[in-house]
């Protein structure tokens, strides 16, 4: 009937919107709550990134330690005293600051609080003279003070300042952020179950689920332990954040309470402010072993793994690996007992770098060479403080130091791009950028002499900022290959080689007069002015560290140039006077065999500067300074002792001097096989390439072994083993490292390399690896596209670039015209 049929309709109707209804329902909320779940993940990972430290696993124990040091923080009261003058202002620079506060920005030298700072400094006998616990009544840089004489509200506390009063009751909030970490790890034992721990713990009032010291009771654990460790002792005021490798405040204190417990391991922490920056780092060594048995008797690992004692760490230095016991008996040790009290090894020191290597997971294999020679950074209050003055007005602190506008803005995530280039990175570029320009005079030959009147040159213009005459090619004969034949001084008279440019000739610049007078008989006399790429020209690098008194002079006359470009220029040494801060540094460079520096000479920098300006401004106005010069076509400056010294890699070796060439020829089995080396620039020298590393598994490795196994104890001259730190002259002939990579990838490889030598030093061994079994750790490393390590690295950064000031925008190349002829 009608009806029945009306009713199944409406049913399957209602159904049919029914699923309809379903089916718009989860397309909508599908993505919804996906939405949601991506950014419940995401503000999960950044919570965990902003409360990490850099180098530590966040899910580690270490990384749940410095997490929970990073929370800490401490609000004490200060009180000050105007003295008979009520309405005397304290000397202190505030500025509104987040969460209710006023934060120092100032203190006026000579003022009340730099008196009450005096005063507390003496008073509260600091262990050292730098070294303020966080508990001190002293009131420093930064800190923000949360309330004056009982009012909280910032209006009101700067009316409670000015309104005047005998002494002024303040709290000061000292989030550990801003301060240094104290870290000590302590063994408690007790007797029996009866026994108290005796220490008085209260849940620490800054919501960083720690425990804080309230009092410590005599004849009890904790008593016992400050008397047998006074270093380590526990003080009011510290804070513990982990007993037993746990954590929260509830955790600890039930572990505490527990009867069965008679051991337990407490991890408690101290702020510290320190009035002067870190110290310097210090090279130690070398540490020479005169038998497979000998130790160096050190152990490193990283700042917060146990052992922690007394470790002072820096704002972000929980992922640093530190020195954390030097045992007796053994070489280090024995170093200290020859050492001064200021060169020695000590515990809880920075590693900064091993042999030069400064990569963290590399520093056990260094160790383990024959020749070691390590680069710490000794802990804070060690040495003695630099500025030797009033002890009450000691150098700035480094927290008072100005930071970059993006950093005070953005904090530990202010983009890179905003922050200034640190110097090297910025000598690094200038270094792509220079170019070296050398002058080559010849004369053209008679008519009837005899000899071809022909140059023997092919020429192309080049389109670019720079213009000039690119060397395409070089005849055998003509007259520029008779000077290449006859030229005896490389640095005086370089040889002219194919891609060298040539910028001028008798003064003129433009292609057209230069091509003219190349073609004109009449031109007897030339004198041509070529460029050629910085990592072509053989340029040397090196380091010279001047000081001078008051009134003295450097000696030493500078003048600025102006490269072809049209670009800033550079600084060239012009005279070096005799019996100058320069001169006398000269006599002692020579002596210890490395480089002086003499007329012709680059500056390239002078910390922290690279612009030509400001490094004469900086050596006018400084008593010390650090300069950083060049010389062209003398090879690669020798190694002082001790600087990136590379030990070599195995317990067979041969003689050999300095500085060598070798040559080493590689060859493919099956297409496709691994080269196994790694390419990087030189980190000394950003215009060389350097061997960064060996691959296990590879051709090199292969080279390596068959070297060990096949020379018996003495390797053949000339037959030498790649190591990480040589520098590669050239692959195949090719010396432009842009084409190191496709010169890899060839079945027939052959490396020409340089092992530089340390300066002052006698020959010292070349290592030929031994077979040795490789760990997982040293396993090749994927590439982006998921397969094997590649032959070498992408050619760095400063190949092909253009001179100094030069305007070519990178990754563009120069147009080239076909070549011509100059007859």
């Known amino acids: 009937s009608k009806s029945d049929a009306r009713t199944a309709y409406d049913r399957r109707r209602r159904l049919v919107r029914l699923a309809s209804d379903g089916l718009s329902f989860v397309c909508v909320a599908l993505p919804v709550v996906t939405v949601c779940w991506l950014l419940v993940h995401v503000c999960r990972a950044f919570a965990i990134q902003a409360s990490s430290v850099p180098g530590v696993d966040a899910k580690s124990a270490e990384g749940k330690l410095a997490a929970a040091i990073r929370r800490l923080e401490a609000s004490f009261s200060v009180v000050v005293d105007r003295g008979d003058d009520p309405m005397a202002k304290l000397g202190m620079q505030l500025a509104p600051a987040p969460r209710a506060a006023l934060r120092v920005r100032g203190i006026t030298d000579g003022g009340i609080v730099a008196r009450h700072n005096c005063e507390a400094a003496v008073s509260e006998q600091w262990p050292c003279q730098s070294l303020a616990p966080w508990t001190t009544s002293a009131i420093s840089i930064d800190e923000e003070i949360v309330?004056?004489?009982?009012?909280?509200?910032?209006?009101?506390?700067?009316?409670?300042?000015?309104?005047?009063?005998?002494?002024?009751?303040?709290?000061?909030?000292?989030?550990?952020?801003?301060?240094?970490?104290?870290?000590?790890?302590?063994?408690?034992?007790?007797?029996s179950a009866a026994e108290r721990w005796g220490c008085q713990l209260a849940t620490a009032k800054d919501g960083s689920d720690s425990?804080?010291?309230?009092?410590?009771?005599?004849?009890?654990?904790?008593?016992?332990?400050?008397?047998?460790?006074?270093?380590?002792?526990?003080?009011v005021g510290d804070r513990v954040v982990s007993v037993n490798r746990q954590m929260g405040s509830k955790t600890m204190l039930a572990s505490l309470q527990d009867a069965s417990c008679c051991q337990s391991t407490w991890v408690f922490v101290r702020g510290l402010r320190d009035a002067q920056p870190p110290p310097e780092t210090i090279d130690y060594g070398p540490f020479q072993r005169r038998g497979d048995g000998q130790k160096l008797g050190l152990r490193i690992g990283k700042a917060l793994q146990s052992p922690v004692r007394g470790v002072i760490l820096e704002p972000a230095g929980a992922g640093a690996t530190m020195v954390k016991e030097v045992v007796p008996g053994y070489m280090v040790h024995e170093w200290n007992q020859r050492c001064a009290p200021s060169e020695r090894v000590l515990e809880g020191s920075t590693v900064v770098a091993i042999n030069g290597q400064t990569d963290a997971r590399q520093f056990a294999a260094e160790l383990r060479q024959p020749t070691v020679v390590m680069t710490l950074r000794p802990p804070r209050g060690s040495q003695p403080p630099r500025c030797k003055g009033d002890p009450c007005q000691p150098a700035p602190a480094a927290s008072e130091i100005r930071q970059p506008w993006a950093r005070r803005l953005f904090g530990r995530w202010a983009p890179s791009f905003l922050l200034p280039r640190s110097f090297e990175a910025r000598l690094k570029e200038n270094l792509e950028r220079l170019r070296c320009e050398f002058v080559v005079r010849v004369s053209r030959p008679a008519a009837g002499a005899g000899e071809s009147s022909r140059f023997g040159l092919k020429l192309a213009p080049v389109r670019d900022a720079c213009g000039g005459l690119l060397v395409t090619e070089i005849d055998q004969d003509g007259i520029i290959p008779r000077h290449n034949s006859t030229s005896s001084d490389p640095r005086r008279s370089p040889l002219v080689r194919c891609g060298d440019r040539l910028a001028s000739v008798n003064g003129a610049t433009s292609s057209g007069m230069m091509l003219e007078i190349l073609g004109n008989p009449a031109h007897s006399e030339l004198e041509l002015h070529f460029l050629r790429k910085a990592s072509e020209a053989a340029p040397g690098v090196w380091e010279a560290e001047l000081d001078r008194s008051a009134g003295e002079g450097w000696g030493l006359q500078l003048r600025e140039t102006q490269d072809r470009s049209g670009g800033p220029g550079v600084v060239i040494v012009d005279s070096v006077d005799l019996g100058g801060v320069v001169d006398r540094w000269n006599q002692r460079a020579v002596a210890r065999g490395c480089w002086p520096i003499e007329v012709g000479d680059l500056v390239v920098g002078v910390e922290p500067e690279v612009a030509h300006s400001r490094m004469v401004e900086r050596l006018r106005a400084s008593s010390r300074a650090k300069l950083t010069l060049l010389r062209w076509h003398c090879g690669p400056a020798p190694h002082s002792p001790g600087e990136e010294f590379r030990a070599a890699k195995d317990e067979r070796a041969v003689g050999v001097a300095d500085a060598q060439n070798f040559e080493v020829v590689l060859r493919r089995s099956t297409p496709g096989q691994r080269l196994g080396l790694r390419l990087d620039p030189s980190r000394r020298d950003p215009t060389r390439t350097v061997v960064a590393e060996v691959v296990p598994g590879g051709i090199v490795e292969a080279h390596n072994r068959s070297l060990a196994s096949n020379a018996g104890s003495r390797v053949e001259p000339g037959l030498l083993a790649v190591c990480a730190g040589d520098e590669v002259e050239s692959i195949n002939g090719e010396r432009d490292p842009s084409r190191f990579s496709s010169c890899c990838s060839a079945d027939t490889v052959r490396l020409r390399l340089l092992r530089p030598g340390s300066a002052g030093a006698p020959a010292q061994a070349v290592v030929v690896p031994a077979p040795v079994a490789v760990a997982a750790a040293t396993a090749p490393t994927p590439s982006p596209s998921g397969g094997e390590l590649s032959e070498a690295t992408p050619p760095p950064p400063w190949a092909g670039a253009p001179a100094l000031g030069g305007s070519v925008p990178s990754g563009q190349t120069p147009k080239v015209v076909p070549p011509m002829r100059a007859e």
């Not at 506390?157 to 952020?177: I, K, N």
């Not at 009092?215 to 003080?235: C, E, H, K, Q, T």
Request: charged share 15%; net charge positive; aromatic share 6%.
């Open 211 to 235: 425990l804080e010291v309230m009092g410590i009771d005599a004849s009890s654990v904790v008593a016992r332990w400050n008397l047998m460790n006074p270093p380590y002792a526990v003080r």
């Open 147 to 191: 309330s004056v004489n009982g009012v909280f509200r910032p209006p009101e506390m700067m009316q409670a300042l000015q309104a005047g009063g005998r002494t002024v009751s303040m709290v000061v909030r000292r989030p550990m952020q801003d301060m240094l970490a104290w870290v000590t790890q302590m063994e408690l034992t007790r007797t």
